[in-house]
């Protein structure tokens, strides 16, 4: 059993910037991907963003790429979402999942965290 624990989320205006930090308990093969995904009220969870604990690969939906960055400390079993350039579109709840491989697909993950709140005003 692998237990994700979300922080971070708050209120900001659009433009401004918020942190996200996932920590997990441990790292095993079902946490060798490690991704952001995010639901907004009334609309299905999306991917965000994906990272390997190992290597470089970082992965981005297209709706963030340029402004979201992931980021991964493996000493501290921590992955981040640093959101730059808010807009009230990203307002939603942001939840850091795992799998084994690299999925966009939220049914595909096998662990979740319980989510965290990011509400960007206009």
């Known amino acids: 059993q692998v237990h994700l624990v979300e922080s971070g989320g708050g209120l900001v205006q659009a433009g401004g910037s918020l942190r996200l930090s996932c920590a997990a308990s441990?790292?095993?093969?079902?946490?060798?991907?490690m991704a952001w995904f995010r639901q907004a009220s009334g609309k299905e969870r999306e991917f965000v963003a994906a990272i390997r604990w190992s290597g470089e690969s970082t992965y981005y939906a297209d709706s963030v790429k340029g402004r979201f960055t992931i980021s991964r400390d493996n000493g501290k079993n921590t992955v981040y979402l640093q959101m730059n350039s808010l807009k009230p579109e990203d307002t939603a709840v942001y939840y850091c999942a795992s799998a084994s491989r690299l999925y966009t697909m939220p049914t595909m993950y096998t662990y979740w965290g319980q989510g965290t709140q990011v509400t960007v005003s206009s």
């Open positions: 441990k790292r095993t093969f079902s946490t060798y991907f």
